[in-house]
């Protein structure tokens, strides 16, 4: 087990009608001029918008609306909004949504506490100094953000998808209640679902050894999430269903399941790649990808996909030959993301690559050959190229 160091400074307030809570929270952290930030037309039609605004309002605290924030949330908008953020003299940001308006608030916040690009922390060239503070209520059980690190923002001039983490963005406060996810379609909530089981793999396979306690906290998590949503999927207003996605996807990138370990995060590189040329999914991405980086690295510790296979999947180990068992999980996996209407190839995604496709994807992904990606094994560009070929296949 490797040395770590855990905390988490967002208070989580879980559970029906926590939203109405939302003016008292921000005033406590002596917020006054609210930049609410949200989405699109589903927060509005759905009235969620209205009562933050009227529980802002009872709280004295007077607000600026920004909504517009696409899935893969774009630069240009971020950028906008910090322009409107310093024009209002915004103290507090409150994003009213998923992932991506959450990921959005956050490069909203490095830049109103920074001077300068706000593209060159995302391009690693600067370190933020600062980020103001916000808030989230959340609608989508996935992404993790609203109590993580981290923001992905997709720049929309240069088509490049970029991250960047600081304990300067963890949210304030977050608000989670389930009853917020009824009326998501149910691409959507496949999507989000992928995102949270994705989240637990890219920490799940590591070469780290004796870290029993956290494989079982994310052996048990990854369970968790596939059952219940069989049942979402049959029943999308089940409260403790969704109840159980929405706190999966929360403790799964809060950084509790990385202690002790370090995670992969290759096939978030190559899914982050895809997310900026192609502007798909996040969660579709990650299911296009995964599986052929499996195959492509299971080798490197076959034991530790036979034990995901037999611990998470269901399969029956074959002592006498376990790599047969490992490749059985990994094609397990692949057929219950297939059968939340996942793709599972990049062609079941939806497109055909060309070999110059898939070279540039793989130039973008690795810096033109000047960097690796992934932990489990090191991924240079020839073999990011391969698994962008076998994905494309």
Known sequence: MLNFEYAL????????????????????????RVLVHYGGKSAVESGLLDRVC???????????????????????????CIRLARQEKVDFILAVGGGSVIDSAKGIGYGLANEGDVWEFYSRKRIPAGCAPLGVILTIAASGSETSDGSVVTNDRSRLKRDVGSDYARPKFAILNPELTFSLP???????????????MERYFTTVHNVELVDGFLESLMKTVMHNFRIV????????????????????HNGLLTCGRKGD???????????????VAHGAGLAAVWGSWARYVYRTDVMRFAQFAVNVMGCVMDFGQPEKTALEGIAAMERFMASTGMPVSIR???????????????????DHGTKTV????????????????MAAE
């Open 265 to 279: 995060w290759a096939s978030h590189a190559l899914e982050h790649e895809l997310g900026g040329m192609y502007d």
């Open 9 to 32: 400074p967002t208070r989580i307030l879980f559970g029906r009608g926590m939203e109405n809570r939302v003016g008292q929270e921000v005033k406590k952290r002596n917020g006054s």
């Open 374 to 389: 992934g932990a489990f094994r090191k991924l240079g560009r020839e073999d990011v190229e391969k698994i962008y070929k």
């Open 233 to 252: 999927l049959g029943n999308p207003a089940d409260y403790d269903a969704r109840a159980e996605l929405m706190l999966a996807g929360s403790f799964c």
């Open 348 to 366: 079941e995604l939806g497109y055909e690559l060309t070999d110059r496709d898939i070279a540039r994807l793989a130039d973008s992904c690795t």
């Open 186 to 200: 149910e691409y959507q909530t496949s999507c989000g679902t992928t995102d949270i089981l994705m989240h637990a």
């Open 54 to 80: 009227q529980c802002l309002e009872e709280a004295g605290l007077s607000y600026v609306l920004a909504g517009g924030v696409r899935p893969n949330p774009r630069l240009s908008r971020v950028e906008e």
